[in-house]
């Protein structure tokens, strides 16, 4: 996927403006609040339906305009071009894509796929395991369609579940009929995601070889969220019920899945440094965008906001030289000061933010 076209307008502080990207290395500049991460934000929502920095309705349109509306043009590997149009005034949305209005938000997100680096994104490594488990449902909801209608059915039979454990005089015909499809629907993810990690931790290990070598090998491990290996999750949710009768809530299952990247020079427990947990993401990231590549036959967007803080020149230009092999378009954002050297013959195009106004240079 190539983006050939971007227009905002009404973005936090950017008014408008508009950008005809480069097919591989994009580097937006700009000194701290210039709108540099608003454009990159921009292109987020256009496939996730929302900001890596929260909801449109929690400030990403701009103060007194009544919406925020971003237009996107882009190339498909089989030769197709692609657009999407989206206003969104942070409760009310209405979209466009190729032309056709679009009546749910998921729909018009699928159409354009982007892996993002942002600052929080150290919480892959480091944070609770719901940012994990969305990244690792990311890669499914996007290669294997047969993710989706398990993965629904398990979401509500969660819910139903833990509906029932928190009501006085429960049904237990019911309690055992949600357990029945919770378990059935839950298998069924549990052993997508599974393969899921295994056809990654390849992939990872190969990133985290390009970009922290020093750390030795890099093992990806799927954790499903029960017992697995002792136990089948109908009989895990029997065997808990007593407990989960208590607690009003589903204690163990495939909602608490998640997985765990250890590195073969690391002791388990000896937490990585700052810089080497984003670089530890981002191998988790790029791996995930090559994935899709392998899968799909072409790249997502790869977004990298604020790519050059905390890495020293060396880490820098490793990321930018392992970046160089990928064939995806790429956007980076980072402050003036944060020079970037990208290995000769790239295509690098560049664009400086003021003020929320984009020029290219
Ligand atoms: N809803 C809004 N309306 C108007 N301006 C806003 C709004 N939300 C944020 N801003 C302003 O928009 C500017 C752009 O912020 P942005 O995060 O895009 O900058 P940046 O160039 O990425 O900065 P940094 O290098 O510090 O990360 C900031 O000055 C911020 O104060």
């Known amino acids: 996927m190539r983006l050939t076209h971007l227009t905002l307008s009404n973005v936090r502080s950017v008014v408008q403006a508009t950008l005809t990207p480069g097919p591989r290395f994009n580097v937006i500049s700009g000194d701290n609040g210039a709108g540099k991460t608003s454009i990159l934000e921009s292109l987020y929502l256009l496939s996730n339906g929302k900001s890596f920095r929260g909801r449109v309705g929690d400030g990403l349109v701009r103060v007194n305009a009544p919406a925020l509306e971003i237009f996107a043009r882009w190339d ?3 030769g197709a071009q692609r657009q999407l149009g989206l206003r969104h005034s942070g409760s009310d949305w209405e979209g466009r894509l190729d032309g056709q209005n679009c009546q749910l938000l998921s729909d018009l997100c699928t159409a354009l796929a982007s892996v993002t680096y942002e600052p929080g994104s150290h919480a892959l490594i480091d944070g609770r395991s719901d940012q994990r488990r969305r990244m690792m449902d990311w890669g499914l909801f996007h290669v294997e369609p047969a993710f989706i209608s ?5 979401a509500r039979a969660h819910k139903q579940r833990n509906a029932l ?3 006085r005089g429960l049904s237990m015909a019911q309690l055992e009929a949600w357990e029945a499809e919770l378990a059935q629907s839950g298998e069924v993810v549990t052993r997508l995601r599974a393969d899921h990690i295994d056809a990654l931790a390849p992939l990872v290990a190969l990133w985290g070889q390009r970009l922290l070598p020093e750390l030795g090998e890099a093992i990806l491990r799927f954790l499903p969220g029960w017992k697995r290996q002792e136990l089948s999750l109908a009989d895990a949710l029997l065997v808990n019920r007593p407990r989960d ?3 009003g809530f589903t204690t163990a299952g495939p909602h608490r899945a998640d ?3 250890a590195f073969a020079h690391r002791a388990q427990g000896e937490r ?3 810089g080497q947990t984003k670089l530890a993401a981002l191998a988790v990231i790029l791996a995930q965008a090559e994935h899709y590549a392998i899968q799909r036959g072409e790249w997502p967007v790869v977004l990298l906001d604020d790519l050059a803080s905390e890495l020293d020149p060396q880490h820098r230009e490793s990321v930018l030289r ?3 092999t990928a064939e995806a378009q790429v956007f980076i954002s980072g402050t003036v000061a944060q020079d970037l050297s990208f290995p000769d013959g790239l295509d690098v195009k560049k664009f400086h ?9």
Do not use: D, Y
């Open 76 to 78: 498909t590997a089989s």
């Open 150 to 154: 398990p993965w629904r059915r398990l």
């Open 165 to 167: 454990l928190k009501q």
């Open 245 to 247: 009768l208590a607690t």
């Open 259 to 261: 997985w765990e990247l």
């Open 272 to 274: 990585l440094s700052r």
């Open 322 to 324: 392992a970046l160089a």
């Open 353 to 361: 933010v003021e003020n929320g106004a984009v020029r290219e240079i």
